[in-house]
């Protein structure tokens, strides 16, 4: 015990201590975190629909029809109608022949990538790849290539060395902590080029980017070129869980694989309600995906004149770079205290001397909000001197 206490006043004293903060009111722009009414800048709600009343609707309807809990895992009594729909609806959605719907995202990626390669594969997998990816590649106990972050010449090279060996490809479609795109169309083409599997995590993207929000894949038109298309229901969808989509024979061979699908109790019939009912939404309203991003632009673009480092994107995800995990701390506080709620992301999430501010935002920011926000930032950088007076 005295080993864990000395450890964790280490972390603290690296700023890097992690504590919970507790919302006590639906998550929207403007809710309630530790009893403070904030503006919230950084839900992965992104359309917003946490607290939508279409979705609500539809859990209490499955709650009324199906009751509370799944009662098993979805290989014994696990398995409703409603998993087998959401499962169509996704494979609809990311234009493949089948998907599989896991209970997270982290379950999805740990799952698929430990269920197809073992200890004769090679991956190749992003520096910035979501942890889920991370710990997915370790459990396969594949040979682990990482190479630079979407540096396609390191990539190219790195397959070539390994070609005739099974391999997978894996990337974020857009990187959880920078926001950025990775460059599909070069990935595939380096995949087609070495017989090598490609995976794209599109926890960022899907119901986001796209004519029809269906993730990176539709947005570079390789959705049809992706083996393995993963995406969670945690983020745009609003509801819980994870899926990965692809060929029929993939599908089939996850569901005997993946030991996070086999060994755990299926998600609740509510929670699959809410995805179903989210999914038809992202179908039928374009809308708030394009003022999403159209407001994720226009802040960015005015944080930047402000004197910001900004990470440039075409996503949702801005990131304020900071650097030191302390600072970062410091500014995240100071605007909480002003009302506004953007977190640290500090080491392990990202590199050390990269601590940032990950504001995202959401389709029902109004402008007002935004202005609001830019004004709160500003103010309190420069209070820090994290920006020139
Ligand atoms: C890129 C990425 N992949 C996977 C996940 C895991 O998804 P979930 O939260 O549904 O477990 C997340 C975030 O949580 C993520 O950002």
């Given at each position: 015990?005295?080993?864990?206490v000395?450890?964790?006043?280490?972390?603290?004293?690296?700023?890097?201590?992690r504590?919970?903060?507790?919302?006590?009111?639906?998550?929207?722009?403007?809710?309630?975190?530790?009893?403070?009414?904030?503006?919230l800048m950084?839900?992965?709600?992104?359309?917003?629909?946490?607290?939508?009343e279409?979705?609500?609707?539809?859990?209490?309807?499955?709650?009324?029809?199906y009751?509370?809990?799944?009662?098993?895992?979805r290989?014994?009594?696990?398995?409703?109608?409603?998993?087998?729909?959401?499962?169509?609806?996704?494979?609809?959605?990311?234009?493949?022949?089948?998907?599989?719907?896991?209970?997270?995202?982290?379950?999805?990626?740990i799952?698929a990538?430990?269920?197809?390669?073992?200890?004769?594969?090679?991956?190749?997998s992003d520096?910035?790849?979501?942890?889920?990816?991370?710990?997915?590649?370790?459990?396969?106990?594949?040979?682990?290539?990482?190479?630079?972050?979407?540096?396609?010449e390191?990539?190219?090279?790195?397959?070539?060395?390994?070609?005739g060996?099974?391999?997978?490809?894996?990337?974020?479609?857009?990187?959880?902590?920078?926001?950025?795109?990775?460059?599909?169309?070069?990935?595939?083409?380096?995949?087609?080029?070495f017989?090598?599997?490609?995976?794209?995590?599109?926890?960022?993207a899907?119901g986001?980017?796209?004519?029809?929000?269906?993730?990176?894949?539709?947005?570079?038109?390789?959705?049809?070129?992706?083996?393995?298309?993963m995406?969670?229901?945690?983020?745009?969808?609003?509801?819980?869980?994870?899926?990965?989509?692809?060929?029929?024979?993939?599908?089939?061979?996850?569901?005997?694989?993946?030991?996070?699908?086999?060994?755990t109790?299926?998600?609740?019939?509510?929670?699959?309600?809410?995805?179903?009912?989210?999914?038809?939404?992202?179908?039928?309203?374009?809308?708030?995906?394009?003022?999403?991003?159209?407001?994720?632009?226009?802040?960015?673009?005015?944080?930047?004149?402000?004197?910001?480092?900004?990470?440039?994107?075409?996503?949702?995800?801005?990131?304020i770079?900071?650097?030191?995990a302390?600072?970062?701390?410091?500014?995240?506080?100071?605007?909480?205290?002003?009302?506004?709620?953007i977190?640290?992301?500090?080491?392990?999430?990202?590199?050390?001397?990269?601590?940032?501010?990950?504001?995202?935002?959401?389709?029902?920011?109004?402008?007002?909000d935004?202005?609001?926000?830019?004004?709160?930032?500003?103010?309190?950088?420069?209070?820090?001197?994290i920006?020139?007076?």
């Open positions: 015990m005295e080993r864990i000395d450890r964790l006043t280490e972390i603290k004293k690296q700023g890097l201590y504590d919970l903060k507790y919302l006590s009111a639906p998550q929207g722009p403007h809710t309630v975190i530790d009893g403070r009414e904030v503006l950084a839900s992965n709600s992104y359309l917003g629909l946490c607290n939508d279409r979705l609500k609707a539809a859990a209490i309807k499955a709650l009324q029809e009751g509370v809990g799944s009662g098993g895992s290989l014994t009594t696990g398995s409703y109608r409603l998993h087998q729909e959401l499962e169509q609806a996704l494979a609809c959605f990311k234009g493949t022949e089948a998907a599989l719907v896991f209970n997270t995202g982290y379950m999805a990626n799952g990538i430990a269920g197809l390669a073992d200890k004769s594969w090679v991956i190749f520096e910035l790849n979501h942890a889920s990816i991370i710990d997915g590649c370790k459990l396969s106990g594949a040979k682990i290539v990482i190479y630079k972050h979407c540096d396609m390191d990539l190219y090279q790195k397959v070539k060395e390994f070609q060996c099974p391999s997978l490809i894996v990337t974020d479609g857009v990187f959880s902590m920078d926001g950025d795109i990775a460059p599909l169309d070069d990935i595939v083409r380096i995949a087609q080029q017989d090598a599997l490609t995976m794209v995590d599109d926890a960022h899907s986001i980017l796209g004519p029809n929000g269906g993730g990176t894949g539709e947005l570079f038109g390789l959705k049809d070129k992706i083996d393995m298309q995406g969670t229901l945690s983020k745009a969808l609003a509801s819980e869980g994870g899926y990965v989509a692809g060929k029929q024979c993939l599908i089939d061979y996850l569901r005997n694989r993946a030991r996070s699908f086999i060994f109790t299926a998600l609740a019939p509510a929670t699959v309600a809410v995805a179903l009912a989210a999914l038809e939404i992202v179908e039928q309203e374009p809308e708030p995906r394009k003022v999403l991003l159209e407001n994720a632009q226009w802040l960015c673009t005015r944080l930047k004149e402000a004197g910001f480092k900004i990470l440039e994107n075409k996503t949702p995800i801005i990131p770079i900071i650097g030191e302390e600072k970062a701390l410091q500014f995240s506080q100071a605007l909480l205290e002003e009302g506004i709620y977190p640290a992301i500090r080491p392990p999430t990202v590199p050390p001397g990269t601590s940032r501010l990950r504001l995202t935002l959401m389709a029902t920011h109004t402008r007002e935004l202005n609001y926000a830019l004004a709160k930032i500003i103010q309190v950088a420069r209070e820090l001197t920006i020139k007076p």
